[in-house]
């Protein structure tokens, strides 16, 4: 590591709560950088939108974290990253990591069959992101994904367990899994879905490996601040900012049922609509 310590801090979008799953492992990981979180809560889901408005709503959002004066920025939402991320990147002076890449990594390293499940938004699915990012990490694997789209609303709902949970679990990873024979990896595509591990992998077996972004994303967004020698200065940081387009205290309540941790206060962000974006 160089001496070159850098303050700022790491930016962290997602369209709601769900990117919180992301952050909680940056910071496990990267006890000393401080962070500032955006949710676009006032436009979720992004999942069922078309492309082109979540690459407009990603791109506005990202231009009030880069306000933020960020390090870096991690785009914590599968469906933003797999419509957005290279427009964020052409748009951004600071590197920009998604969560696509190191989930499908991840994905990759974990199968020994070449049989991957990969279960997410519409949007995610559409994009055709996790099929083309997980052959490219391992050739000949064969992936089979299928849209959701009843999770994140569960998983707002705060319902993560018992039997509802388990029937709508069921009903879409049973077929999935049947659809894919050999199948030993299950991806988790959204980032609302490592809510739903423990019911997951119950209704998978053992047989087959539950992997997700979080991780593998937080050891990417590490290597990248090594290689820039851009990581705080070793002191730790209670630095730690979130900030929601929605209802603040909704948003607080919401992430505190979801991961019995107290935010810290939340704020009220305001984005404004850009209508010069550069949207094909
Ligand atoms: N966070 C989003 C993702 O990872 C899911 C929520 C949404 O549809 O906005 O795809």
């Known amino acids: 590591m160089t001496e070159r310590a850098d303050r700022r801090p790491i930016g962290v979008f997602d369209s709601g709560v769900g990117g919180l799953t992301v952050l909680a492992e940056l910071r496990r990981r990267l006890p000393d950088e401080a962070t500032v979180y955006l949710g676009d809560n006032d436009r979720a889901p992004y999942g069922p939108r078309p492309a082109d408005?979540?690459?407009?709503?990603?791109?506005?959002?990202?231009?009030?974290?880069?306000?933020?004066?960020p390090k870096l920025l991690v785009l914590a939402c599968n469906t933003a990253t797999a419509h957005a991320l290279d427009d964020v990147r052409a748009r951004s002076a600071v590197p920009v990591v998604g969560v696509v890449r190191p989930g499908a990594v991840a994905?990759?390293?974990?199968?020994r069959t070449g049989a991957v499940s990969?279960?997410?938004?519409?949007?995610?699915?559409?994009?055709?992101?996790?099929?083309?990012?997980?052959?490219?990490?391992?050739?000949?694997?064969?992936?089979?994904?299928?849209?959701?789209p009843e999770l994140v609303p569960m998983v707002e709902a705060g319902i993560l367990e018992g039997r509802r949970a388990e029937s709508i679990l069921r009903a879409y990873l049973e077929p999935?899994?049947?659809?894919?024979?050999?199948?030993?990896?299950?991806l988790l595509g959204c980032t609302h879905y490592p809510l739903l591990r423990e019911p997951i992998a119950g209704i998978v077996g053992p047989g087959v490996a539950v992997v997700d972004s979080a991780f593998t994303t937080a050891l990417a967004v590490e290597d990248?601040?090594?290689?820039?020698?851009?990581?705080?200065?070793?002191?730790?940081?209670?630095?730690?900012?979130?900030?929601?387009?929605?209802?603040?205290?909704?948003?607080?309540?919401?992430?505190?049922?979801?991961?019995?941790?107290?935010?810290?206060?939340?704020?009220?962000?305001?984005?404004e609509a850009t209508a010069a974006l550069p949207v094909d």
Request: with cysteine; aromatic share 4%.
């Open 107 to 111: 994905a990759a390293a974990a199968t």
């Open 176 to 186: 999935l899994l049947s659809a894919n024979p050999g199948v030993d990896t299950l």
């Open 224 to 271: 990248l601040l090594d290689v820039l020698g851009a990581r705080a200065p070793a002191a730790g940081t209670d630095a730690h900012r979130v900030a929601t387009t929605g209802d603040v205290a909704a948003f607080a309540m919401v992430a505190e049922r979801l991961f019995g941790e107290r935010l810290p206060a939340v704020e009220q962000a305001s984005i």
């Open 53 to 69: 408005e979540v690459r407009r709503f990603t791109l506005e959002a990202v231009d009030w974290l880069l306000a933020q004066d």
């Open 118 to 148: 990969v279960i997410a938004t519409a949007g995610t699915v559409e994009s055709g992101a996790y099929p083309d990012a997980i052959v490219e990490a391992s050739a000949d694997t064969t992936v089979v994904q299928l849209a959701c």
